[in-house]
């Protein structure tokens, strides 16, 4: 027999029927419209071929090329996707834009320095909006620049044959995570480890982060550098990254009104739906999208309140009690 | 009179002490470790949520399978008034010297307040706390499947908003346990089995 009588049946089905009604506030995916790239052929694709005649992977021995060879450019790592160079921010250039020139010998290409980002984009008007200049400072105190020694670069993650800016052209932000937080796995993995810390692989990083409830729903949805780095306002991509140690921990980091997140990863996202859905509604979802009640201040402060009636009215009835019993003393 | 027995005695200790380590635990979550670490916080009220899962399962068949059942149904007949008289006696009567206008016998255990508020708290908000805890624990898959993307997000708001019920409950219900015939007897009654007091 069901000890649940009628009535409460009922009770359930209405707040079933609520639950349900949740969704239509807080349901709605947030999409962000960009305009979709299209398939771009270069203008130097000849004259870049020349080179992916032998710096592209995946090539086979040939009579320009012994096995030998390829294995000691695969380990320099001088062997590149033509795709992803071709959808890199620098898929415009040819290879001897930065590679010498006309008169260059090839095969002494390789001996030449190699390039930082501000080489090229921290002096001129054009690359004023990436702020270059300022992401130099922030990495100059990084824990990074602590890596030149070991030849930490700028190219360590961003390689300029491959790296694409991803965040401002997405249309599908889990991507851009993945993608940021590929470029941190290259070094903070088993797949490439970090010159300082021999030990480190993919698993010695999941085991530092052992403490992040749902670990690989925490990874799959934010970037590494959300905790790693340290915010600053006028900068969506902050280049300063911390010290392990360092790293934000405090869950209301992220899962409160003033996010970490909100001001880097979402940032878009969050002026998107506050001018898709009014300012209040945005406001309301923007607090509660990531995720919760921890992270509504309304609903603290109501429950706060609610608590602490709840309290005085228990007070209130113990002063009462006691009262009532001091009269039937002296009665 | 005896009115517990020894499974309900066995299992209501073991509810209270879940009950307050995931309300701590929770709280320690909720507010970002600030008494224990948050690590710590969250490996524990995992644990306590898993066990808190396992003891509802032992009230739910043990409650369909033994006579204790009958005191959580509720008539509709007649329970508004007999709600109000109850209120009416605990705020204003108690204060009077009234008599509890509901008496405790061994077919009825529970006044309409208590059987309300159980079949409310027991049947809804702990069942709730439940699904939408294991829904955390294994994100992507029930609210996901049910509501889509932002289904953790209603997952997580109905579990805190259902933990505050019942911490705002256990409030209420230990006070509540003090209106026996002495503060202690009610406390001692669900320790002994032996109900010992007009509350």
């Given at each position: 027999m069901n000890p649940i009588p009628l009535f409460f049946a009922r009770l359930s089905l209405i707040i079933l029927f609520l639950i349900c009604c949740l969704p239509v506030l807080y349901g709605q995916d947030i999409v962000v419209s960009t305009q979709q790239e299209t398939e771009w052929i270069s203008d130097f694709y000849e004259e870049n071929e020349q080179c992916f005649r032998c710096h592209q992977t995946g090539i086979t021995p040939s009579d320009e090329l012994t096995e030998d060879e390829i294995n000691n450019l695969g380990s320099h790592g001088l062997l590149f996707s033509r795709e992803?160079?071709?959808?890199?921010?620098h898929r415009t250039f040819a290879c001897i834009h930065c590679h010498g020139n006309d008169d260059t010998d090839l095969r002494e290409l390789a001996d030449e320095g190699v390039f930082t980002c501000t080489n090229c984009h921290g002096f001129d008007a054009a690359s004023d909006q990436y702020h270059f200049a300022e992401k130099a400072e922030q990495y100059n105190k990084s824990v990074h620049a602590n890596l030149e020694n070991v030849n930490f670069s700028c190219w360590k993650c961003h390689n300029p044959h491959v790296y694409k800016s991803?965040?401002?052209?997405?249309?599908?932000?889990?991507?851009t995570i993945t993608y940021h937080n590929?470029?941190?796995?290259?070094?903070?993995?088993?797949?490439?480890?970090v010159p300082t810390n021999p030990e480190n692989d993919s698993k010695i990083m999941l085991e530092h982060h052992n403490w992040l409830p749902n670990q690989p729903l925490h990874i799959s949805k934010v970037k590494c550098i959300e905790c790693h780095t340290q915010i600053i306002n006028s900068d969506l991509l902050t280049h300063l990254i911390l010290p392990g140690e360092q790293a934000k921990m405090r869950c209301v980091d992220c899962h409160?009104?003033?996010?970490r997140l909100l001001a880097t990863l979402y940032k878009f996202q969050a002026k998107e739906q506050r001018s898709k859905a009014g300012f209040f509604n945005g406001m309301l979802l923007e607090e509660l999208r990531i995720i919760g009640t921890s992270g509504s201040s309304y609903l603290n402060i109501a429950s706060v309140v609610i608590f602490l009636l709840t309290l005085l009215g228990i007070a209130l009835h113990i002063y009462f009690r006691v009262r009532m019993n001091r009269t039937k003393l002296t009665n | 009179m005896y009115l517990y027995p020894k499974w309900i005695r066995l299992w209501h200790l073991l509810n209270a002490l879940l009950c307050l380590l995931l309300i701590f635990t929770g709280l320690n979550i909720q507010y970002s470790g600030r008494v224990i670490p948050i690590d710590k916080a969250v490996r524990v009220h995992n644990i306590g949520g898993i066990i808190l899962s396992a003891s509802y399962l032992i009230f739910f068949i043990g409650n369909l399978v033994s006579p204790n059942r009958r005191h959580y149904?509720?008539?509709?007949?007649?329970?508004?008034?007999s709600m109000g008289n109850q209120i009416v006696y605990y705020t204003i009567g108690i204060f009077k010297g009234n008599k509890n206008p509901f008496t405790v016998t061994k077919e009825d255990k529970h006044n309409p307040i208590q059987k309300v508020s159980y079949v409310f708290i027991m049947y809804l908000c702990i069942p709730l706390i439940i699904i939408t805890g294991w829904d955390m624990m294994f994100p992507g898959f029930l609210s996901t499947?049910?509501?889509g993307s932002k289904g953790l997000v209603v997952s997580d708001l109905i579990h805190i908003i259902s933990g505050f019920i019942v911490t705002l409950f256990m409030v209420i219900h230990i006070y509540l346990c003090t209106l026996g015939s002495t503060p202690g007897s009610l406390f001692m009654s669900i320790i002994s089995g032996y109900y010992a007091g007009d509350d």
């Open positions: 992803d160079f071709y959808n890199s921010n991803n965040i401002r052209n997405t249309t599908d932000i889990h991507d590929n470029i941190c796995l290259d070094c903070h993995s088993k797949r490439n480890h409160s009104k003033e996010s | 149904k509720i008539r509709c007949k007649g329970l508004l008034g499947i049910l509501i």
